[in-house]
């Protein structure tokens, strides 16, 4: 029952703060905090669905992951290592000291609090920017950087507050150098395990052709590589990324995404609707000048510090703002951390509830704050420009990578349009990569893969399959999702082509139709034609062939216009043989 209500309150306040323009995450928080305990009280322990909830944090990574590739990350390291450890530090130390300043902690309890404060919202800040398409653009990059490093910075973090623990019976664990000779370790094993053990799996799963066992072994793949990283007291979003990234240059790419995409929503939906179960509106009713203005602080000084550090690293202001105001909020792994902090004695758990509240409160602010500075964001998103080969914004997808689609792919290569390549044949997809041609696997007749592999944002997508692929009912579908793309679809016969009658189709074409006409031309000119009654007599069939085709169009009757058909019987008789 408990499950019912979560999502039904759920769907009901995200679509509401969809309409809204506020966001899911907004609407899910709020959703949790109305059936939590201290409003409607419907629903029940909030912190038993933590460690699933976690979860879509989780997916979320690893999803981020196979969008990077090892050498993309490379390129990124200098913002990774740079900024992001600019970012933790800075807002840190800036955060610990206005708490040492502004309140009787101690400094022990301040950098206990000030240094998870520096934590920003993965869960948050990575799906306004999917959703938002900016997720691999400069600005977008440079907030993943900083997001990465969070993630990474949890280990040195976890160890601080160990150190400063004043509670002797606690175990702080290995000391912080064995953690990161573990923590490295364990993502060499990652990465051998990728590469000699998952890829050699999906490579066999692609052969079956059983699409659930992908579903199954990507969840397996994500849940392993979490799993070890839980065992060894490391940041299990940080193993599941290694994982995504390990597969990102596999065929397998989008096919595993358009798998885990889901179960990542739904996750990540129960992670914050758990978040704002745990709300304690009683302390924030307790303390609501503290509560509001600590938020507030914690949002002036990240948004100063970020921002600070945007200018230092080449940003413009305006877009420098942006980011400072993107990440200007508290983090889920500080829940984490404050908890720590409350095991070693470092603060009481009424603190610890009361800076949860705080942490939340910030989360739910990002939404408003990215509204209403819109219209000053609003010149550096329009100027800036997208990462790889551009050609005036043209982008295909070609789906279907056999004979056919070779040819229409390596034209457009040739007139450099960048190009993804789907196809389900995975030895041809082995042979093309021996040829150095990039083909990922997937059904390319699936929405969600589709959209995957970027079909949202290209202006093209060309249909090469081969048999009776693609029907009308996907090329209506296909229009009905990625309504700015046009649709070019190679049909197997005359009769495939009449299916596609009324389908929304801007150019269709049959298999052999071309080469047939060659190749009657080659034989015309051999026996003597000149090359005026060739091109004659190629406009008398291509004119007679597409009256007739209108005909079977129009009646839907692939047997209509049956006296157009050109035989020798029917010629003769027209020239009064």
């Given at each position: 029952?408990?499950?019912?209500?979560?999502?039904?309150?759920?769907?009901?306040?995200?679509?509401?703060?969809?309409?809204?323009?506020?966001?899911?995450?907004?609407?899910?928080?709020?959703?949790?905090?109305?059936?939590?305990?201290?409003?409607?009280?419907?629903?029940?322990?909030?912190?038993?669905?933590?460690?699933?909830?976690?979860?879509?944090?989780?997916?979320?990574?690893?999803?981020?992951?196979?969008?990077?590739?090892?050498?993309?990350?490379?390129?990124?390291?200098?913002?990774?290592?740079?900024?992001?450890?600019?970012?933790?530090?800075?807002?840190?130390?800036?955060?610990?000291?206005?708490?040492?300043?502004?309140?009787?902690?101690?400094?022990?309890?301040?950098?206990?609090?000030?240094?998870?404060?520096?934590?920003?919202?993965?869960?948050?800040?990575?799906?306004?920017?999917?959703?938002?398409?900016?997720?691999?653009?400069?600005?977008?990059?440079?907030?993943?950087?900083?997001?990465?490093?969070?993630?990474?910075?949890?280990?040195?973090?976890?160890?601080?507050?160990?150190?400063?623990?004043?509670?002797?019976?606690?175990?702080?664990?290995?000391?912080?150098?064995?953690?990161?000779?573990?923590?490295?370790?364990?993502?060499?094993?990652?990465?051998?395990?990728?590469?000699?053990?998952?890829?050699?799996?999906?490579?066999?799963?692609?052969?079956?052709?059983?699409?659930?066992?992908?579903?199954?072994?990507?969840?397996?793949?994500?849940?392993?590589?979490?799993?070890?990283?839980?065992?060894?007291?490391?940041?299990?979003?940080?193993?599941?990324?290694?994982?995504?990234?390990?597969?990102?240059?596999?065929?397998?790419?989008?096919?595993?995404?358009?798998?885990?995409?889901?179960?990542?929503?739904?996750?990540?939906?129960?992670?914050?609707?758990?978040?704002?179960?745990?709300?304690?509106?009683?302390?924030?009713?307790?303390?609501?000048?503290?509560?509001?203005?600590?938020?507030?602080?914690?949002?002036?000084?990240?948004?100063?510090?970020?921002?600070?550090?945007?200018?230092?690293?080449?940003?413009?202001?305006?877009?420098?703002?942006?980011?400072?105001?993107?990440?200007?909020?508290?983090?889920?792994?500080?829940?984490?951390?404050?908890?720590?902090?409350?095991?070693?004695?470092?603060?009481?758990?009424?603190?610890?509830?009361?800076?949860?509240?705080?942490?939340?409160?910030?989360?739910?602010?990002?939404?408003?704050?990215?509204?209403?500075?819109?219209?000053?964001?609003?010149?550096?998103?329009?100027?800036?420009?997208?990462?790889?080969?551009?050609?005036?914004?043209?982008?295909?997808?070609?789906?279907?990578?056999?004979?056919?689609?070779?040819?229409?792919?390596?034209?457009?290569?040739?007139?450099?349009?960048?190009?993804?390549?789907?196809?389900?044949?995975?030895?041809?997809?082995?042979?093309?990569?021996?040829?150095?041609?990039?083909?990922?696997?997937?059904?390319?007749?699936?929405?969600?893969?589709?959209?995957?592999?970027?079909?949202?944002?290209?202006?093209?997508?060309?249909?090469?399959?081969?048999?009776?692929?693609?029907?009308?009912?996907?090329?209506?579908?296909?229009?009905?999702?990625?309504?700015?793309?046009?649709?070019?679809?190679?049909?197997?016969?005359?009769?495939?082509?009449?299916?596609?009658?009324?389908?929304?189709?801007?150019?269709?074409?049959?298999?052999?139709?071309?080469?047939?006409?060659?190749?009657?031309?080659?034989?015309?000119?051999?026996?003597?034609?000149?090359?005026?009654?060739?091109?004659?007599?190629?406009?008398?069939?291509?004119?007679?062939?597409?009256?007739?085709?209108?005909?079977?169009?129009g009646e839907g009757n692939y047997r209509a216009g049956r006296d157009r058909i050109i035989t020798q019987?029917?010629?003769?008789?027209?020239?009064g043989d």
């Amino acid at each position: 029952m408990d499950g019912v209500l979560l999502l039904g309150f759920g769907l009901g306040f995200v679509l509401l703060f969809r309409k809204l323009g506020l966001g899911a995450t907004l609407g899910y928080l709020v959703a949790g905090a109305v059936v939590g305990p201290d409003v409607l009280g419907l629903a029940g322990d909030a912190e038993a669905m933590i460690p699933v909830a976690e979860l879509g944090i989780t997916l979320l990574l690893f999803v981020v992951g196979l969008e990077l590739s090892p050498s993309r990350l490379w390129e990124m390291k200098s913002e990774i290592f740079g900024l992001g450890l600019l970012q933790v530090a800075l807002c840190g130390l800036a955060l610990s000291a206005l708490l040492y300043v502004a309140t009787p902690f101690t400094l022990g309890a301040s950098l206990a609090i000030g240094l998870p404060l520096a934590l920003s919202s993965t869960a948050q800040v990575l799906p306004m920017l999917q959703s938002a398409g900016r997720l691999h653009t400069p600005f977008g990059e440079r907030a993943f950087s900083i997001l990465l490093f969070q993630d990474l910075s949890i280990i040195p973090l976890l160890t601080i507050v160990a150190a400063l623990s004043r509670n002797p019976a606690q175990d702080t664990g290995p000391p912080g150098w064995q953690m990161v000779l573990i923590t490295l370790a364990a993502i060499a094993g990652l990465i051998l395990a990728g590469r000699f053990l998952v890829r050699p799996l999906f490579r066999l799963i692609s052969r079956l052709g059983e699409r659930e066992m992908f579903v199954v072994a990507a969840l397996a793949v994500v849940v392993s590589a979490a799993a070890l990283m839980e065992v060894l007291g490391l940041s299990t979003a940080l193993g599941a990324f290694i994982a995504g990234v390990m597969l990102a240059d596999t065929p397998f790419r989008h096919e595993i995404e358009a798998d885990v995409e889901p179960f990542r929503s739904i996750l990540l939906g129960l992670f914050f609707l758990a978040v704002g179960m745990m709300l304690d509106l009683s302390v924030i009713a307790a303390n609501p000048l503290f509560v509001v203005g600590m938020a507030g602080a914690l949002i002036a000084t990240k948004t100063l510090v970020i921002g600070g550090l945007g200018l230092v690293f080449g940003m413009r202001w305006r877009a420098a703002l942006a980011l400072g105001l993107l990440l200007s909020q508290g983090g889920e792994f500080g829940f984490v951390l404050f908890t720590r902090a409350q095991q070693g004695l470092l603060i009481e758990p009424e603190a610890a509830s009361l800076f949860g509240a705080i942490v939340t409160l910030s989360m739910a602010t990002t939404p408003f704050l990215m509204m209403a500075t819109k219209r000053i964001r609003r010149e550096p998103m329009v100027q800036e420009e997208r990462e790889g080969p551009r050609t005036d914004g043209a982008s295909a997808l070609v789906v279907g990578y056999g004979r056919f689609g070779q040819t229409v792919a390596q034209m457009l290569i040739t007139s450099n349009i960048p190009v993804t390549l789907i196809d389900t044949d995975t030895e041809m997809i082995d042979v093309a990569g021996n040829f150095g041609a990039k083909v990922y696997f997937g059904d390319g007749t699936r929405i969600d893969l589709l959209r995957q592999a970027g079909a949202g944002e290209a202006s093209m997508i060309l249909f090469c399959l081969d048999g009776d692929n693609p029907t009308a009912d996907l090329l209506r579908s296909v229009r009905e999702h990625f309504p700015q793309a046009k649709i070019y679809a190679r049909v197997f016969d005359r009769r495939s082509l009449i299916d596609l009658r009324g389908a929304p189709v801007d150019f269709a074409i049959r298999e052999v139709m071309e080469s047939a006409v060659q190749m009657a031309r080659a034989a015309l000119e051999e026996l003597g034609d000149n090359l005026e009654d060739i091109d004659k007599t190629e406009k008398t069939y291509r004119d007679n062939d597409r009256e007739r085709l209108d005909l079977q169009k129009g009646e839907g009757n692939y047997r209509a216009g049956r006296d157009r058909i050109i035989t020798q019987e029917t010629r003769s008789a027209r020239r009064g043989d």
